[in-house]
């Protein structure tokens, strides 16, 4: 299967809590650095989600903010994985923001240009990729 997600993380789920609609699933990825997904109980079903069970975590470039100087602060996103920015290729309109994290994967964000500009990106600073537990999709082997 080829994706067009820029972000594909190989895991394992750690743990299944289930709600009224949707359940929160973790996503344990090698180092132990976690991704909190909420997807649908009929999903959860449906993929078979249970923990121990290999599972890829995807989010769109798109979907990750990026974080500078965040120390002290708080968000309602449930993902925040923090590493060091390892490039930043320019665009017209936007740019490709690479945050290493210390397990040696990388996290790649798509930002306005004004917003790296604002930011003041450069490769070798700190900085955490920030996404929402919906914007993550479970994808299992088949």
Do not use: H, Q, Y
Not at 87 to 111: K, W, Y
């Amino acid at each position: 299967m080829k994706i067009s997600a820029r972000n594909v993380f190989d895991g394992s789920i750690e743990a299944v809590k289930t709600g009224a609609i949707n359940s929160e699933v973790d996503v344990l990825l090698p180092g132990g650095l976690r991704i909190v997904a909420t997807v649908t109980n009929d999903s959860v079903s449906e993929l078979g989600l249970v923990a121990g069970k290999a599972v890829k975590a995807l989010v769109k470039a798109s979907s990750v903010l990026v974080l500078t100087d965040g120390e002290g602060v708080r968000l309602s996103a449930r993902n925040r994985l923090e590493g060091t920015i390892s490039s930043v290729t320019d665009g017209p309109v936007s740019c490709e923001v690479a945050i290493t994290l210390p397990n040696g994967l990388s996290v790649f964000a798509t930002i306005t240009r004004e917003g790296a500009a604002a930011l003041g990106l450069k490769a070798g600073m700190a900085g955490a990729a920030i996404f929402k537990a919906p914007s993550v999709i479970i994808g299992v082997g088949s």
